[in-house]
């Protein structure tokens, strides 16, 4: 069964830094295209970071300059550096990956994992 496993949420002062991790379980798989997403009490589900599976990487607005996307292809894990974290980052962060194997491609969803920003 594939699963996309997310990790590295918490709580954190404003300026601060988390790294988001989104693993892929299981065996022979490969993770390709890649979002992060956030979703914030009341409002709706936004893209926030994308990577291609060249590596071509876009990020919305409000996080450009202070938010990285990445991947891991050996470890099949992609990642999202936050830094400068501001209160309105606050929400749960979800991945969604394009997960690949012989003869396989589906998109899945993370978990989500909750960030917090304090003032």
């Known amino acids: 069964q594939v699963q996309l496993v997310e990790s590295g949420g918490g709580l954190v002062q404003a300026g601060g830094s988390l790294r988001l991790s989104c693993a892929a379980s299981?065996?022979?798989?490969?993770?390709?295209?890649m979002g992060w997403y956030r979703q914030a009490p009341g409002k709706q589900r936004d893209l926030v970071a994308f990577?291609?599976?060249?590596?071509?990487?876009s990020y919305a607005d409000s996080v450009k300059g202070r938010f990285t996307i990445s991947r891991d292809n050996a470890k099949n894990t992609g990642y999202l550096q936050m830094d400068s974290l501001k209160p309105e980052d606050t929400a749960v962060y979800y991945c969604?990956?394009?997960?690949?194997?012989?003869?396989?491609?589906?998109?899945?969803w993370g978990q989500g994992t909750q960030v917090t920003v304090s003032s």
């Open positions: 299981g065996s022979g798989l490969s993770i390709n295209d």
């Open positions: 990577i291609g599976s060249g590596g071509t990487t």
């Open positions: 969604n990956a394009l997960v690949t194997s012989i003869g396989y491609a589906k998109y899945y």
